[in-house]
């Protein structure tokens, strides 16, 4: 699922980011499915995973998460986001003593996902690759606003609403992780990582309060 691929950003607010996706083909592993789901969704509880959804449903973020396990049907798309390498070697150690029959898939930055699936003792099938944003670049948000709206793969944060409430965080209307958890509600497959969307509103409010230097003081050369 490429759409998890185009996550952007400095690498330093990118080494905790990892999505997952548990996938069912039809007619070949989607027998029994909510109850194969259920179990994958308790491998990632027990991993530390803080955000996960059904994107037939909803995240765990707006909805309780035994609702969402309720309401798992052969249809269902269960996703989630990691916040450490850590976490996602247990979810794979766990998955592989379960052995549920899914297809799984992990994205993140590749040294880090392949040194997970080394220390997990898997090897990935087959591997994808971003390659990165073509076309009128001109044309789109600020990379500081694509940071945010880039870890909704299917983009229903809008830009708009990613700049005022970097704002709203710089003038104190709103804490970082109550803003964040804001934004996160709005992505229902719950690949949102809220915890690092915290991390960069708050940077970002901090850069937005810091003075501007005066034009023509800066360094150069003739």
Partial sequence: MTHSLHRIGDRRFMD??????????????DDDFPRKAREVLEAAEE?????????????????????IK?????????????????????????????????SLVVSG???????????????P????????????????PSP???AITTMCGHHMIASRLVEKTIEDVRRGKVKPAAAARRLARMCPCGIFNHER???????????????QPAAGTGAGAD
């Avoid at 392949?114 to 090897?123: I, M, P, T, W």
């Fill in 16 to 29: 905790e980011d990892f999505v997952w996706l548990a996938y069912q083909a039809k007619g070949i592993n």
């Fill in 47 to 67: 991993a530390g995973c803080t955000n996960w959804g059904d994107v037939k449903a909803g995240c765990v973020l707006d909805l309780d998460p035994a609702q």
């Fill in 70 to 102: 309720a309401g798992l049907g052969q249809t269902s798309r269960i996703r989630g986001v990691f916040t450490s390498r850590q976490q996602v070697v247990s979810f794979l150690r766990l998955l592989r003593e379960k052995d549920v029959g899914l």
């Fill in 109 to 123: 930055l590749l040294d880090e996902v392949l040194a997970a699936c080394d220390e997990a003792g898997v090897k």
């Fill in 125 to 140: 099938h087959t591997i994808n690759f971003s390659l990165g944003v073509w076309g009128r670049k001109e044309l789109l």
């Fill in 144 to 146: 500081q606003v694509l």
């Fill in 197 to 211: 969307a915290a991390r960069l509103l708050e940077a970002f409010a901090a850069e937005a309060e810091a003075p």
